[in-house]
C-alpha cells in the first residue's frame, strides 16, 4: 500500500470546524484541546501570529487559522477551543470554532 499504510491499520483524526469548514489533524500531532483562554498580544509578530498564551508555565505562540486559509478573521470568542498541536520541532495553538 502507498504512503506508508500498512493494509488493516488504521488512522484517527481529530476533526475541527472553522466557519462551518470541517478540517482535520491526525491524534498523534494534537497533545490536547482546551476551551479558549485570553490571548495575548505579541508585537511585531508575523501575521499569522494571533499572540501567545501561557499553558501550565510553557508560552506557546497562537496562530491564526482563518489567516492561514484565507477565512474572515475574527476575534477569539469563549466558546471557542484551542487545539495545543505538536510537531517534531515545534508546539503551537490553534484557535478553532468546536473540536
Not at 491524534?27 to 484541546?33: D, G, K, L, N
Not at 485570553?38 to 501550565?56: A, C, D, F, T
Request: with cysteine.
Amino acid at each position: 500500500m502507498s504512503g506508508g499504510t500498512q493494509a488493516g491499520s488504521t488512522e484517527t483524526w481529530v476533526l475541527f470546524s472553522i466557519d462551518s469548514q470541517k478540517y482535520g489533524l491526525l491524534i498523534s500531532e494534537v497533545e490536547r484541546i482546551l476551551r479558549a483562554v485570553e490571548v495575548k498580544p505579541l508585537p511585531q509578530s508575523p501575521p499569522h501570529v494571533m499572540g501567545i498564551i501561557n499553558m501550565q508555565g510553557t508560552i506557546l505562540p497562537v496562530i491564526d487559522l482563518r489567516y492561514c486559509l484565507g477565512r474572515p478573521q475574527r476575534p477569539v470568542a469563549p466558546e471557542d477551543h484551542f487545539i495545543v498541536a505538536s510537531t517534531p520541532t515545534t508546539t503551537a495553538v490553534l484557535p478553532v470554532d468546536a473540536a
